[in-house]
C-alpha cells in the first residue's frame, strides 16, 4: 500500500515534490519504504510511501560523519583544535599520526585504512547474531592499524570510516566527555532536534520507523535491531528528515560555525566519484550544472540522503532498500526535479 500525506501547500512556485517517483520505487519493489521532506524556506511538502511515515526514525548512517566534523570544527573555532595540528596531538597510536593532520581525518586524505572492509565489520552487510554484539572504538582501530595505510597521508583521497572513529576520539579526548554527549550538547539540544540520537549500544529505533530488510539466502529477513556501535562516530545516529532539515540549516546557513570554519568544510577534495569530499560534507553536482551540499548514509536496510543548495532549498530522503535497490539515475533525477529549475 502507498501512502501520501503532504504538509503545506505553501511550497515556492516551480517547488516540485516528486512524489510519483518515489512510489515508482515501492511499486517495483525496489524499496518497501521512503520518505522524503522537501524545504525552499516559504514552505515544507512531505511524501511517505510503502511502511514509512513522514515522521518515521531511521539509521541515518553516515550523515553522522557531518555531526561529528560539526563539533571538531566548533572545537577549532574555540581554539582547542588545530586543523592542521597532528592527529597524534590528540589520539595516541595512529600509524602517522605525527604527519596525518586533523584536516586530513576529516577529508579522507589521511590514507588510514577501512576496518569496515574486513568481512563481518561493515553495518552494510547482514552479519546473522552478530549484528548485536557491542564494540569499542579501539576494537575497530586495531583492525584498522592491523592494515598498511592506503596512501600516504595527503597525497590521495580513500573514503575511510577509520578517520571518523579517530574523530570521534579526538572530540574526547579534548572535551573529557564522551563524543555523543558533545554532539548532543553542541547540536541537538540547541536546535531542538527531539527525534535524533547517538543510540550507543542500543540496537532499536523509536516509534514510528519503518524497518530494514536484507537478502539473506534468497529470502528477506528483518535487519532493522542491530547494535550500531560498530559504526560508532562513523554512522551510529538515528534522526527524521525533519531535524535533519533543521540541521543541514542551522550548519549551511551559518549558525553553528565561524565563518573560516564553514568555509573550510566547504572546500572540497575531488573524489573519482559524482562527489565532492569537504570535512565532513559532501558537494553533489547534478547534471543542471548546481550544486548541492550535505551527505549520505547507509546501515544495513536503510539509506538516507540529506541536501541543501545555497538559495537554502533542502531535500532530506531516507528509504529501505529492496534486493536490486534504487538505480542511481533515479535518485539524480529526483534530486534534480527537486533543486533544478
Known amino acids: 500500500m502507498i501512502k501520501t500525506l503532504v504538509l503545506a501547500a505553501s511550497l515556492a512556485a516551480g517547488t516540485v515534490v516528486p512524489g510519483a517517483q518515489v512510489d515508482s520505487w515501492i511499486a517495483a519493489r525496489q524499496a518497501s519504504a521512503a520518505v522524503l521532506r522537501v524545504d525552499d524556506g516559504t514552505g515544507v511538502a512531505s511524501h511517505a510511501a510503502g511502511e514509512a511515515q513522514v515522521d518515521g526514525h531511521f539509521r541515518i ?58 568481512q563481518g565489520w561493515s553495518t552494510n552487510r547482514w552479519r546473522g547474531a552478530a549484528r548485536f554484539r557491542s564494540y569499542r572504538p579501539r576494537d575497530l582501530l586495531d583492525v584498522a592499524f592491523s592494515h598498511p595505510s592506503n596512501f600516504e597521508p595527503g597525497s590521495g583521497w580513500r573514503y575511510s570510516n577509520t578517520n571518523y572513529v579517530v574523530a570521534g576520539l579526538l572530540v574526547e579526548r579534548v572535551t573529557g566527555r564522551p563524543y555523543g554527549a558533545e554532539v548532543t550538547r553542541r547540536i541537538i539540544d540547541p536546535l531542538g532536534l527531539r527525534h535524533t540520537s547517538v543510540p550507543g549500544h542500543l540496537p532499536w529505533l523509536p516509534r514510528p520507523h519503518a524497518r530494514g530488510y536484507a537478502e539473506v539466502a534468497g529470502r528477506l529477513v528483518d535487519a532493522t535491531l542491530m547494535n550500531p556501535s560498530l559504526d560508532w562516530a562513523a554512522g551510529e545516529m538515528i534522526s527524521t528528515t525533519a531535524d535533519l532539515d533543521r540541521f543541514l540549516d542551522a550548519l549551511l546557513g551559518g549558525r553553528l560555525l565561524e565563518p573560516a570554519s564553514l568555509a573550510a568544510m566547504r572546500t572540497t577534495r575531488e573524489t573519482g566519484s559524482i562527489f565532492g569530499y569537504g570535512l565532513g560534507l559532501q558537494r553533489f553536482d547534478l547534471p543542471c550544472g548546481r550544486s548541492v551540499w550535505g551527505h549520505g548514509g547507509e546501515l544495513i536496510g536503510y539509506l538516507t540522503y540529506a541536501l541543501r543548495d545555497d538559495e537554502g532549498k533542502s531535500a532530506v530522503l531516507s528509504y529501505n532498500p529492496l534486493p536490486g535497490g534504487v538505480p542511481g539515475e533515479s535518485l539524480i533525477t529526483l534530486f534534480s526535479t527537486v533543486f533544478c529549475p
Open 61 to 118: 548512517g553516515s550523515v553522522t560523519k557531518t555531526f561529528v566534523a560539526t563539533v571538531v570544527l566548533q572545537l577549532v573555532d574555540e581554539g582547542r583544535v588545530g586543523l592542521d595540528d597532528p592527529i597524534a596531538r590528540y589520539v595516541h597510536g595512529v600509524p602517522k599520526g605525527e604527519v596525518i593532520t586533523v584536516r586530513q581525518v576529516l577529508d579522507h586524505t589521511s590514507g588510514l585504512y577501512d576496518y569496515a572492509h574486513e
